[in-house]
């Protein structure tokens, strides 16, 4: 039809050209394998990144759609591939270095990676891999020495690579469909699985992170990304930030709680994201080795059930805002965000705590829905619990080459999670399916358990799981870590309980255990506390 606005695809691309243009003096620090810090402008970026996206056609000979993955930490170098590996066409795909090295295989394989880009800190790893990782053809070492040793063949490195090819670069004309990042899940309840991330759902999604709903990110904040870049693309942060134009902070491989509160307190951080089991360690730290850190002002927190005590914990005694959102690989990640609303103002602080612990609401482009046993859609009350359903921009429609029933008929995705939404829309997730608890023919809300035990002052971490039972089927079993060497009172822990649960609900056994196994990407780890626990030998 005549008269229509223009169509200009939605690429990464653009994304890149916009932060050369408008932000070239923007900061992006990392924190180097040996302590020491880089720091470079958005315009060095640029042009290195372009110079790689030069060496990807010219020396690799990568073609559009293949896949090229990168086995790094939060670093200057990853960011460079993150763009540009997709402002040629190619598709950047990061590799979890924290699984098994038959799940890394299987996952190198099944991507068929052409190349593979891996930081030298990590090698000994990777070369566990490479001898069954049948597609690769090259290595490209990011942070090597000269005198590297390595079982690698055919491995060139990094700044050889792109050392001199030119600044400018023709993109190739891209479809704002066509792919442009593929991640795969970390694999906590199954077999990893990938999401194939196109241009035009990354650019939709950087655009809702920064939204005032959500991060509400601007040029005038400095992003610390300690999500790694291999858990969902870091949550989209690399794209979100340059968007925003705001200075990037990325932590290397120095992920210890000590480590990011020096960058928090010494690099000007106003906003960070992290799984909760990462904002736990920085709340002891911060507690044990107090500091000031004045510029800090806002976390986001996702990946799992944000605990409660935890939110107040920040919000409270440090004044830093919580913004707990919801996602999944499979939803780029970000679904809904919880955040007060002014009408809550007013209500007890408690309350208002209790509303930021919940999941939160759809950020637009993302619509949920609660599917219950029987198929019927549940109502809006708060209290109707089912299956969470999510469609939208940045939401996979099928798996990459692997089939799955995880779609509906009528085109949702089926998270696996189990929860209800309130008449404010506000989604509250009880569990997931493969968690939740039957115990007698009722439900029980692991995470609802895990929360009230965690509100206890001397209780660090809870993981509530499923222990068999011959009587009722399954019962709850509660893991306690404690902060320090003293222990709650159980007798006392479960009296508590009884004002908001029911007895059926409060777990019968208490075991006391060093620390809450977790997933490679931080999460607590309820198969493998299952497997410790389902024989009832170590109770
Ligand atoms: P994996 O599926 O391997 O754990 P993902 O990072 O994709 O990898 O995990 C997504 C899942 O994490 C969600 O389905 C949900 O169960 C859980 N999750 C994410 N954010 C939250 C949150 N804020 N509260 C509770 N659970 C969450």
């Known amino acids: 039809m005549d008269g229509l606005m223009?169509?200009?695809?939605?690429?990464?691309?653009?994304?890149?050209?916009?932060?050369?243009?408008?932000?070239?003096?923007?900061?992006?620090?990392?924190?180097?394998?040996?302590?020491?810090?880089?720091?470079?402008?958005?315009?060095?970026m640029y042009n290195r990144t372009l110079k790689l996206a030069n060496a990807l056609v010219n020396k690799l000979k990568i073609k559009p759609g293949d896949r090229v993955a990168t086995f790094a930490w939060n670093n200057y170098q990853h960011l460079e591939l993150y763009y540009g590996i997709p402002a040629m066409g190619g598709v950047c795909h990061p590799l979890n270095l924290r699984l098994s090295v038959d799940q890394i295989t299987f996952i190198v394989n099944h991507?068929?990676?052409?190349?593979?880009?891996?930081?030298?800190?990590?090698?000994?790893?990777?070369?566990?891999?490479?001898?069954?990782?049948?597609?690769?053809?090259?290595?490209?070492?990011?942070?090597a020495p000269r005198d590297v040793k390595t079982t690698l063949e055919n491995y060139i490195f990094y700044e050889d690579l792109i050392a001199d090819e030119k600044t400018s670069f023709t993109y190739p004309e891209t479809d704002e469909n066509s792919a442009m990042g593929l991640c795969y899940t970390s694999g906590t309840t199954g077999d990893p699985k990938g999401a194939l991330y196109s241009h035009r759902s990354t650019?939709?999604?950087?655009?809702?992170?920064?939204?005032?709903?959500?991060?509400?990110?601007s040029s005038n904040d400095t992003l610390l990304l300690i999500v790694p870049q291999f858990h969902v693309m870091a949550w989209g942060a690399p794209f979100s930030g340059m968007l925003a134009g705001a200075n990037m902070v990325l932590p290397g491989p120095h992920l210890n709680p000590k480590a990011l509160v020096e960058l928090l307190e010494n690099t000007g951080v106003t906003i960070a994201n992290g799984v909760p089991t990462i904002w736990m360690g920085v709340y002891d730290e911060l507690k044990n080795n107090p500091r000031e850190l004045p510029a800090f002002k806002k976390l986001a927190v996702g990946g799992a059930a944000m605990p409660k005590s935890l939110i107040i914990a920040y919000m409270?005694?440090?004044?830093?805002?919580?913004?707990?959102?919801?996602?999944?690989?499979?939803?780029?990640?970000?679904?809904?965000?919880?955040?007060?609303?002014?009408?809550?103002?007013?209500?007890?602080?408690?309350?208002?705590?209790?509303?930021?612990?919940?999941?939160?609401?759809?950020?637009?482009?993302?619509?949920?829905?609660?599917?219950?046993?029987?198929?019927?859609?549940?109502?809006?009350?708060?209290k109707t619990v089912g299956e969470i359903e999510v469609r939208g921009n940045w939401v996979i429609k099928e798996y990459y080459k692997i089939k799955s029933d995880n779609f509906t008929k009528d085109g949702w995705?089926?998270?696996?999670?189990?929860?209800?939404?309130?008449?404010?829309?506000?989604?509250?997730?009880?569990?997931?399916?493969?968690?939740?608890?039957?115990?007698?023919?009722?439900?029980?809300?692991?995470?609802?358990?895990?929360?009230?035990?965690?509100?206890?002052?001397l209780v660090k971490e809870a993981a509530v799981i499923a222990i068999p039972d011959k009587k009722w089927s399954e019962r709850p079993l509660a893991a306690i870590v404690t902060r320090g060497d003293k222990k709650p009172d159980i007798e006392e822990l479960k009296e508590a309980m009884r004002y908001a649960f029911a007895k059926y609900q409060i777990p019968d056994v208490f075991v006391f255990i060093d620390e809450v196994p977790k997933t490679s990407v931080g999460k607590f780890d309820k198969k493998q506390l299952r497997k410790m626990y389902a024989d009832g030998k170590l109770i």
């Open 111 to 143: 991507a068929e990676d052409r190349v593979v880009f891996v930081d030298a800190t990590l090698l000994p790893l990777f070369e566990k891999v490479a001898h069954n990782a049948k597609n690769v053809e090259q290595y490209v070492l990011l942070n």
């Open 6 to 44: 223009m169509n200009i695809p939605l690429t990464t691309n653009s994304i890149l050209e916009y932060g050369n243009r408008v932000f070239p003096y923007k900061k992006i620090i990392t924190k180097n394998p040996d302590g020491s810090m880089h720091e470079y402008t958005y315009h060095d």
């Open 203 to 217: 650019y939709l999604h950087a655009q809702a992170i920064n939204s005032p709903n959500a991060l509400c990110t």
């Open 316 to 382: 409270k005694e440090l004044g830093i805002e919580v913004l707990h959102a919801w996602g999944m690989t499979e939803t780029s990640p970000l679904g809904t965000a919880s955040r007060l609303q002014v009408h809550h103002f007013n209500l007890p602080v408690e309350e208002q705590y209790e509303i930021i612990a919940r999941q939160g609401v759809e950020i637009a482009g993302i619509e949920i829905r609660i599917t219950q046993e029987d198929g019927a859609i549940a109502p809006r009350d708060g």
């Open 413 to 457: 995705f089926k998270t696996g999670d189990v929860g209800h939404i309130n008449e404010e829309g506000y989604m509250t997730i009880t569990d997931r399916s493969k968690d939740l608890i039957k115990s007698g023919g009722e439900w029980i809300s692991s995470l609802e358990i895990e929360n009230a035990i965690m509100a206890h002052p």
